[in-house]
Each structure stands twice: as C-alpha cells, then as structure tokens.
C-alpha cells in the first residue's frame, strides 16, 4: 500500500476542483465519491461495461480505466453537466422520447457515448451508432430503442443547427 | 406521447415514462450512491477452490493494518447467523450455508473472511493479507456426472448429490407409449447462464440511534420479502427493520433472495453500531450471484403416425449448483409445469431431479424454468415433424389447445386461463412473410448455402407466487398516493400503474403517485419477478381503486344531495347522473372524508388490497427466425425474427415493447454467445466480462414486433404478464432455425450456444461423413 498524497486539479462541468488522492484513486470514484457525482455508475471491474463512461477533454473514456492524477488538470463532462439551465440534452429527451431506458444503469454511460458520436458525427448510420456504443453493455432494452433514442437525437440536433 | 393527454384513455397509451427524468439525468439513487457519516466499507474473502476443507484461518495480520475495524470468520460468528431456505419440496435436503465458511467451503467464492474498514480500498487491501490454509476435495460441476455412481460428492455430509426427485404426472403415460406409432428421443441441454443486471448486488445497512432497529438499503426485487429473511437469518424482530430498495439497475430474477452477505453487513452494523455498506465487484458477482438455466432434459415424445401427440416423459438434472438461496428450487418447478407447452397432451410424465454440483447456485433467471421447458417441449415437436415427414405447422396447429377448451387442464394437472394458439401463430407467419422465407431458404439451399427458418409457440406463465398488495390513499387535497407492495427494478411501474390509476379515477396522470420500495412506507407485499407485476400489482391496484370509488360515491352523494345510485364519475370527480353541472371534485370528497361525514359513515379515504387471484396468467405467442450460417467458418447470422406476443390486455404498449426487446435480447444471447462454463473440476472458466458474452447493439438482428390480444378473463384489468415472453420464444426459434439450416448435412441436434466455433465443428464432422 502507498501512502502517498497527490494534489490535483481536475475541472468538473465547468467547476475546477483541487483535491488530494490517492495515486491509485480512479476517476470514477475520485467523481462519485470525493464530488458525490454519483451519475457516473461502475458496472464491472474490467473496463467492459462502460457505466463509467465521461467526456475527458472532450473524448467519451471509461473513467474506470483511468487514475485520477491522469486527469490532473483535464476538463471532465459528467452526466450531471450535460443539461445546460435545466434543458435536458437532446440525447437525454431521445432516450426519454424514445424509451431507450429500463433500470438507468447503463444509461448515463450510454448517453455520454451517444454525445460523443454525435459530435464527431451528426448523421450516424445505424450500423455507426452501434459500433459507436460497441463498449457500452446495456442488459435490459436490447438496445433496439437505444439506436432509436440516438437517432432522434441526431435528427433534433442537426434541426437546432440549421435553425440557428 | 404526453403525460397531458385526457384522464380517459390512458390505459393502453404509450406514455412516456415518469422515471426517466432523474435517471437521464445522473440523479437517480442506487444503493452504491448513498453515502453515510461514519460508514464502514466491507470486503470478503472468498475461497478460491470450488471445494475444500479449511485447515486454518490467520487474520492478525490484517487486523493490524491500519484503518481495519473488524475481522472475522465463520468461527467468529454465532452459527445462528444464517441464510434461511424454504423447505419447498419434502424430504429436500438443505445444506448449512453459514454466512461465512465454517470449516468447508463447496464452491469457489464461498465467503471464509469478512473485514469492515474504513475504506472499500483499505477492507480490500486487507482481505489479501489473511493466510487461509486449505485441503482441496474432489469436486464435480455437472449435474449429470454428479448423478453418475462414484461421482464427487458436493456436500460431504450427504450420501449422494440429489436434493430432491420430484415427479408431476396426469394420465396413463405407459399406455400412451405402449400405443406410440413413434416416439422422439432427445436429449436436451440449457446452458448456464449469468443474470448480469449492470448494477452489482449491494447492501448498506444502518443502525438506528439508540439500537432501537435497523434501516438497510438493498439491491432486491423484493424488499418486504427480503426483511423477513433477514429477520430470521440475522435474529432481529422484522418490526424493527426497514428495508428500502431505491433504484434498482436491473435484477433479471438474481435480486430475489436474501444472500449472506446482507446479513453479515446487517450483523456488523448492529455489532459496530455503524453503517456497513457492501458493493459486489463484477468479478464476485459471477461468483456468488444466482445464475439460470442449466438444466438437462432427456424427453421422449410418443405420437400418433398422424402426428397426434399422446405421452410426454421428461427427465430433468436440474444443477443447483452448491448453496441453496430461498428461490433455488424455483425454475425446475416451473419447467415442470409448463412442460406440454400449447399442446393438449393428456399422459405426461415429468421428473425433476434436482443435483447439487460444486458450483455457483442456480435460481430464477429471466425465463425462470420457462425456457428450459419451451425449448425442450419445440425441439421435440420439430424433431417428431421431422421423422413423421410431416409440415411443422400442420403438427402444431393439429395439437394446439384449441381457444374453446379454456380454461384448460393441462396434461400435468396445470389450468391456463386462455389463448389463442393458432391465431399469435398466423399473424407470426404473415408478418414475416413466411412462405417467402421458405422460398427464400429452399433457394439457397440449392446453391449450398446453410438457410434455415425456425418457429417456436410458446407459453409465458405470469403472476401467481401468493399474493400482492395495493393501497390507494386520496390525500387531503385531493392527490392520489399508490402504495404497491410491487417494487420495481426498471421496469416501469411508477408509469403503468399511475396510468391504471388515473384512468380509473378519471384524474391526470400527475395527480398519482406510485410509491414502492420502502417497507417503512408500504404494507406488506411481495415483490417483482416472475412476469408477475401488472397482473398482480396492477390487480391489487385496480380492485382498490374500485373501492375508493365505491366509498367516494357515497361521500359525493352526500355532498351532492343525491342517492348513490345517481353518481357518477366525471373528469376529475363525481356528478349527479344526467346533470354534469351538479358535481364534486376529488378534493372535495377528500375534504369531507377527512372532515364531517354524516353518521355511519367510516372517515378517510383509503382502501388497502392484498390480491390474489388463485390463478396464474397464461400469455402466449409465436415466433419466426431466419438463420445463415457460414459454411466455411461457422458463423451464424439471424437474418430475421418475428416475435408475437399475447398478454392480454396492454397498459402501455411502449413499456410491453421494451420488455419483449430487453427479453428477445437475453433470449439471444442465449442462444448464440453465453454460457458460464467450469471446468471438470468445478473451477469456473467464464468468470467475468472478458469471456462471458453479453450481446452488445450490433448483435442484435432486425427485429418485427407484432401482437394479439386475448384478454385474461380472469383479471380486473384483462391483463397478462410480458417480462418472460422474449427470452422463452426466441432461443427455440434459433435452435429450430439452425437445425433446420444443418439439417441438410444430417445434423440432428446441437445445444445452446450455437458459436461458431461449435457450429464449424459440427459442419466439419458432418461433411466428413458425408464424404467417407
């Protein structure tokens, strides 16, 4: 065992945090434990499941798979930061719209990695939005309304666009 | 889809549902995210061998590391302290399951040592510094070579591995046979399975002040079920716990019984006089968490040339695997049970032999017994159509329970309600096109490719189990509070059942809400599982609202001047008959309920329902499947799968949808990637994410949802239960489909999974046969 403090500073949804960790703290518990962020779920123990999943600099990872002191000074989206002044996300409103949802557990995950696609690919195929959520498991819709919830996001966010 | 719409109609609207706000949000509550002051983390030691004597236990040195709070053994515990089994079949023998090991363990994962420190980390740091020295023993994980003479035993102090023999029999089975003009002989095996709800199992378990009782948040499809439980395994009065399940990531049958380590984390908070929380990792999940399935039939089906079946004899090895939980001996009575399926076969003879094995245990998985029996009760049909030269639709159809026999006593002494067989079947066929299909496989069959169409007819027990609760309590201003004894775990309830209520109440959705979950809150009740919610939760709560009306109708004939008689229910209340003007709100009752009543009459407004039927549900559907598979390396395609589901009346299609998806889902992936595998000595081989397969998106195929509605007349709703109907229809459709596709090559039967490794082997022998 290590007794070793470190300090980080780690910006969560737009709030930077300076806190001391333990070298061998992961991410996901640095956020749901030391923030209370507890949207953020742990699923399994080997980086399969993607409950975990956050946006680190704009990239969807598994904060199961990273050290807290590897996010020093990273910029970390979490579930909790995605509705902007209590306007649910439009990847958020698909999965409600659509019913892309039963226990919620994968579901912060799932969403995290929906935004991400969607980001760098407003137009995803179906193929391209399964392969997309390849690492996100979900054990209780069978996915089908997952793609749906997906796609009507994408078709809702390229709508806002052109309208502005 | 708006929860505005008009009070009237909500019943069978696709609403969306009311949970989701939180959940899309990262603020839903699952136990692992409560934190509380002074909380204590603990962490388990698990044996490693799947059976063993434990020669010696040193834990000083864990003891000593620093932020450790408590270690303990099994010999530190009273052996009091224990999981409590239901004696559900007599003469069963129960092995002892102390809460942790004393001085054996039977399956890999057992719990020898439990530390509570004040870290997760810190109580997992010190587990690895406890010395366990162990003798390994023979051990033995199938349930079939554990019935072989010689085998290991599982249990020392038993004289052999069966539980308990069970047998369900109607008719005269040896005259059927005697007068067989064939019988099909199969052998039949379910795989393992492993439930994998995302959420891990946990517990925290908090004393109160003052040591007056004890509150404990719990993973579980059954908190009021479960507080019993805990009661007795822990030796504390049920009155002086409460027990909250929040939400729940999902359960799938394995959140149903009590395990030992919510006792353990219950007894160290009273012992600490602290909060005690414990969160499975995944890895322990696979290891101590119930898992489905593995039964092994062997069947013979005796027919008429025909193709009329008379007798039916199934034997069951059923694994237990090594523990019994309180619902282990559930699924093998239920595959029983169903096991003449849709078919009117009157001599049945079906024995369950239920085997204890050096494994993790069995329980209700999803499907609970009825996939085993589908699967088993298809294969022999297709298999007898197959021999007899006859169409598989025509041997269907010929032996169905046809709509008029209901209510109808099954072959092994069972009553469905209703159906409709042949009709879930027809609409199966022309949704997926299936003469086309047919074409479709013949052609590629000449170019010799492996196509194959399968179907399966099924049916999907629900309800049942006892009893369950309903509360309907109208509050001071009017709003409505449900209490259902039927907790949820994702399925929905805090929408179909404020649906249910509103429509009957004639009040908007928002003026209802759904309470579950707390036995602080809610009266006795039983639980989620089984497909058992809307028939039974949705009972109770439909006969209590029905008695909130009656009560409220009398009150607003006061209010109103008028006799009973003449009131009615209008939009958000009561009017006179003919005179809509002349009418009452729902606060306004309340206000009289809760103020001045005349004479005779009880204050309040609250009706309390524990309903029970004495009857299950019988929802029943149809199920088409096209399967490719590779020639050259195995690899099977499901190109297409048709699925038509009947569960009567529908509350929200939206919600039944989901189910048949989540269902279909869990039905594949048995069907093509899981199976928790051990080796021959018990040592498990698919212990984690890494090599047990849970289908991902892309492993599902198009699916075509249809359905047909028959209602239940046996229910105040009209309804039936849907959570089961996926994940019984589509493994048999598949197995149909790919036999069906090898069926050109010879091949005659193949278990559960078909991957493709399994398939290309099977492909490789048959052509080398064929050559030679």
């Known amino acids: ?164 | 889809m708006t929860t505005q719409r008009a009070p009237s109609g909500l019943i069978g609207a696709s609403i969306r549902r009311v949970e989701d706000p939180l959940l899309v949000t990262g603020k839903g509550c699952y136990v692992d995210d409560i934190q509380l002051p002074g909380m204590l983390h603990i962490a388990f030691l698990r044996s490693p061998y799947p059976h063993a004597k434990i020669i010696s236990i040193d834990t000083a040195a864990a003891k000593a590391m620093p932020g450790v709070v408590a270690v303990l053994t099994g010999d530190d515990l009273s052996e009091h302290l224990k999981v409590p089994v239901p004696s559900i079949v007599r003469g069963m023998k129960i092995p002892p399951q102390p809460v942790l090991a004393r001085g054996a363990v039977h399956a890999a994962g057992a719990p020898v040592a439990v530390v509570a420190a004040e870290s997760r980390a810190l109580a997992e740091d010190a587990t690895s510094a406890i010395e366990v020295e162990y003798e390994s023993l023979p051990a033995v994980a199938d349930a079939e070579k554990a019935l072989e003479p010689g085998a290991p035993l599982a249990h020392e102090e038993f004289d052999s591995n069966v539980c308990y023999t069970v047998t369900k029999k109607g008719g005269d089975v040896d005259q059927a046979f005697a007068a067989a003009e064939h019988v099909v002989r199969m052998h039949i095996a379910s795989p393992r399975l492993v439930a994998m709800a995302l959420e891990p199992r946990g517990v925290l378990a908090s004393p109160e002040p003052m040591g007056q009782g004890l509150t404990v948040w719990l993973s579980t499809q059954g908190p009021h079920r479960a507080r019993a439980d805990l009661a007795t395994g822990l030796g504390f009065p049920e009155h002086k716990i409460r027990v909250i399940a929040p939400d729940i990531g999902g359960a799938f049958g394995s959140k149903g019984p009590l395990y030992r380590e919510y006792i353990v984390a219950a007894h160290l908070a009273l012992k600490l006089g602290r909060p005690v929380k414990w969160i499975s990792t995944r890895s322990e999940d696979f290891l101590t968490t119930n898992q489905g399935r593995d039964q092994a039939m062997t069947s013979e089906l005796a027919l008429k040339r025909d193709g009329t079946m008379i007798g039916l004899k199934v034997r069951v090895a059923a694994n237990l695997g090594a523990y019994l939980q309180s619902n282990t001996a559930g699924p093998p009575q239920r595959m029983m049970a169903m096991a003449p399926g849709c078919y009117q076969i009157r001599n049945c003879h079906v024995e369950v032999v239920a085997v204890f094995t050096n494994t993790v245990s069995t329980g209700p998985y999803r499907g609970a017994g009825r996939p085993e029996s589908v699967l088993n009760i298809e294969r022999l049909v297709d298999k007898a159509a197959a021999d007899l030269g006859i169409d598989r639709l025509e041997i269907r159809r010929k032996n169905f329970i046809r709509p008029e026999q209901f209510p109808y006593k099954t072959g092994v002494g069972v009553e469905y309600d209703s159906g409709d067989y042949g009709r879930s079947l027809d609409e199966a066929l022309r949704l997926s096109n299936y003469d086309e299909l047919i074409r479709q496989r013949d052609q590629a069959r000449k170019r010799g490719e492996l196509v194959g169409v399968g179907i399966s007819t099924f049916v999907e027990p629900s309800g049942g189990a006892g009893f369950e609760s309903g509360a309907v309590r109208v509050e001071r201003t009017g709003v409505i509070t449900v209490l259902t004894g039927s907790s949820s775990h994702g399925q929905g309830h805090e929408t179909a059942f404020a649906q249910v209520a509103a429509e009957k109440l004639r009040v908007s959705m928002d003026q209802v809400a759904i309470r579950h979950g707390d036995t602080l809150a809610v009266q006795q009740g039983v639980g989620t599982f089984g497909s058992r919610s809307a028939v039974m939760g949705g009972g109770a709560l439909a006969v209590a609202v029905d008695r909130i009306v009656e009560k409220a109708r009398r009150i607003a004939a006061h209010l109103l001047e008028a006799a009973p008689e003449d009131i009615v229910q209008a939009d958000g209340g009561f009017a006179v008959t003919g005179v809509p003007e002349k009418k009452v709100t729902w606060r306004q009752v309340a206000g009289a309920a809760y103020g001045r009543l005349p004479k005779g009459m009880e204050p309040g407004l609250q009706e309390t329902v524990f309903f029970d039927p004495k009857r299950e549900a019988w929802g029943f559907g149809a199920h088409v499947a096209l399967v490719r598979i590779d020639r050259e390396t195995g690899s099977p395609t499901l190109e297409k799968l048709v699925l038509v589901d009947d569960c009567g009346v529908i509350i929200n299609p939206m919600l039944v949808e989901g189910q048949v998806h989540g269902g279909v889902a869990q039905g594949l992936g048995e069907a093509f990637r899981e199976q928790m595998l051990y080796g021959d000595d018990g040592e498990a081989l698919t212990g984690s994410l890494m090599n047990y397969a849970v289908p991902r998106a892309s492993d599902m195929p198009p699916l075509v949802l249809g359905e047909t509605v028959t209602p239940n007349p046996f229910h105040p709703l009209g309804v039936k239960g849907v959570g089961e109907a996926g994940c019984n229809g589509a493994p048999p459709a598949v197995a149909n489909a790919v036999m069906d596709a090898l069926a050109p090559l010879g091949i005659d039967h193949i278990d559960m999974p078909y991957t493709a490794p399994k398939l290309w082997e099977a492909i490789r022998q048959a052509e080398s046969k064929k050559r030679s």
């Not at chain 1, 923030?35 to 199961?64: E, F, I, M």
């Not at chain 1, 019913?99 to 696609?117: D, E, K, N, R």
């Not at chain 1, 399964?130 to 796609?151: F, Q």
């Open chain 1, 1 to 164: 065992m290590n007794d070793e403090r470190i300090t980080v500073g780690i910006t969560v949804n737009g709030v930077t945090h300076r806190a001391v960790v333990e070298p061998r703290t992961l991410l996901v518990y640095f956020l749901r434990e030391q923030l209370g962020l507890t949207g953020t779920h742990v699923g399994c123990d080997t980086s399969q499941c993607g409950a975990c999943t956050v946006h680190l600099n704009g990239r969807a990872v598994k904060s199961c798979t990273i050290f807290a002191v590897q996010a020093d000074g990273a910029e970390i989206t979490t579930i909790e930061g995605l509705a902007r002044d209590s306007a649910l996300h439009p990847v958020q409103e698909g999965f409600r719209e659509k019913h892309g949802l039963q226990c919620g557990y994968c579901t912060p995950g799932m969403i995290m990695s929906a935004v991400h696609l969607l980001q760098a690919n407003p137009r995803p195929t179906d193929a391209e939005i399964k392969h997309a959520l390849e690492g996100n498991i979900c054990r209780c819709t069978g996915y089908v309304n997952i793609v749906e919830a997906v796609k009507w996001a994408a078709e809702r966010m390229r709508g806002d666009h052109v309208s502005r």
